[in-house]
């Protein structure tokens, strides 16, 4: 890697970290480019040389997120590899989960830190979309028993939840054992976990 490559990582990397504090602490709405700059060491000309304002780093920052996101759906054969929706969940929910926990800090702090309160809606979206058009490639389509946005509600947003839910924890599992947890609820109604004692 270039010097200079690995200097405008470091730098960008102190910024971030000192974006998520300073919101854990102010909200977004309240913080100022020097809050920033102060908590990562830095002067304020050399944030404005990466960043236009405090507003064009958090939307940088969330469009990252959402194109690794997405991104998710087409790496390594994901594709072309899932000959089911068991197969397309398992190899989802493995990266999905390795992804968010390496950014647990920033979605928390969109979420739950008076970040950005689009944050989470976006990406439910973003799934929403492209876990549709995994189905659709599969062959695969939602009963008309309900309608169809009531089981995209309770798909998306009950996996988004338990997802914070366990970003949020103390000590949360490893990813690859949340992604099994996960597969656990997508195979049973939450009916079938209440056992008679």
């Known amino acids: 890697m270039h010097q200079n490559d690995l200097r405008v990582r470091k730098t960008r990397t102190k910024i971030k970290r000192a974006l998520i504090e300073t919101i854990n602490e102010k909200g977004f709405g309240n913080l100022t480019v020097s ?9 304020r000309g050399t944030f404005y040389i990466h960043y236009k304002g405090k507003q064009d780093l958090l939307e940088q920052l969330e469009e ?23 197969d397309l969940n398992r190899q989802f929910f493995q990266k999905f989960s390795a992804y968010i926990y390496g950014e647990r800090d920033f979605i928390l702090a969109m979420v739950l830190g008076n970040g950005d309160p689009m944050f989470y809606h976006k990406i439910k979206q973003i799934l929403t979309r492209e876990l549709l ?5 599969l062959g ?3 009963s008309d028993e309900i309608p169809h946005e009531y089981i995209e509600e309770y798909a998306i947003g009950s996996m988004l939840n338990l997802s914070i839910y366990w970003l949020e924890k103390d000590n949360p599992e490893p990813p690859n054992e949340f992604a099994k ?11 079938a976990f209440a056992v008679k004692e």
Request: cysteine-free; proline content about 2%; glycine content about 4%.
């Open 181 to 191: 947890i996960m597969m656990r609820t997508r195979t049973k109604a939450p009916l």
């Open 140 to 142: 695969i389509k939602m």
């Open 35 to 43: 809050d920033i700059t102060e908590r990562a060491g830095i002067n």
């Open 64 to 86: 990252a997120i959402y194109s690794d996101i997405i991104q998710l759906f087409h790496d390594n054969g994901t594709i072309s590899s899932a000959t089911s929706y068991e």
């Open 133 to 137: 058009k995994r189905m659709e490639y």
